[in-house]
């Protein structure tokens, strides 16, 4: 081989080594730079993940909540089934006391005022047994949440706020007001 072309071989290696060094570091900085942008996208699914599990258990949460609600409804509504039912009876229950408190003579007024005591004592049965009672109210403390004042009077012998007559009989369902007693209070 002559001295030119080994010289050309030479400066061919050494370009070729130039040549991979140059390549070398472009692939480093593409790595690097490849690396970046991997970590950074993984970056951004890791947060998208978050969100999505805070948003899961967000959800969960609503659905466990409207859950109970639903129950607690259920409970109310099973509980109360017979409030609108009652209310409607308790018009006809007054209408019987009122009946009862009238004075005849008679067998035949006694056989009516004791048949219209057993349908009295029938209906106010019916109602116990779905849990409905009567408000006790002369002789007590007024209870806003359970007597209606209608009138206010005046009896020394009583203590002040204390409920004198009952106008009218309140009632309760279970621990529900249905209708307040509608009384007379002392001064």
């Known amino acids: 081989m002559n001295e030119e072309t080994k010289n050309e071989q030479v400066v ?3 370009n070729v080594e ?3 060094d140059e390549a070398r570091e472009t692939s480093t900085d593409e790595t690097t730079q490849s690396q ?3 970590t950074n996208e993984l970056e951004e699914l890791q947060k998208k993940v978050t969100e999505e599990e805070n948003r899961y258990l967000r959800l969960q949460a609503d659905f466990q909540n409207y859950r109970r609600r639903v129950e607690l409804d259920r ?6 089934r017979a409030q609108s039912l009652i209310t409607e009876i308790l018009p006809a229950l007054d209408n019987f006391e009122r009946a009862m408190q009238v004075e005849g003579e008679g ?3 006694s056989s009516l005022k004791q048949g219209m005591e057993m349908v009295y004592r029938s209906l106010t049965d019916a109602l116990k047994k779905e849990g409905v009672e009567v408000i006790e109210a002369v002789g007590n403390p ?5 007597h209606q004042a209608v009138m ?8 002040s706020n204390v409920v004198l007559e009952e106008y009218q009989k309140g009632y309760r369902l279970k ?3 249905i209708r307040p007693s509608m009384v007379k209070v002392n001064q």
């Open 12 to 14: 061919d290696d050494a």
């Open 18 to 20: 130039e040549i991979f």
């Open 36 to 38: 970046e942008d991997h």
């Open 75 to 80: 409970e109310a509504s099973e509980k109360y």
């Open 107 to 109: 067998e035949q007024f």
């Open 142 to 146: 007024f209870d806003p949440t359970l």
């Open 152 to 159: 206010q009077g005046e009896d020394s012998e009583q203590e």
């Open 175 to 177: 621990d529900r007001v």
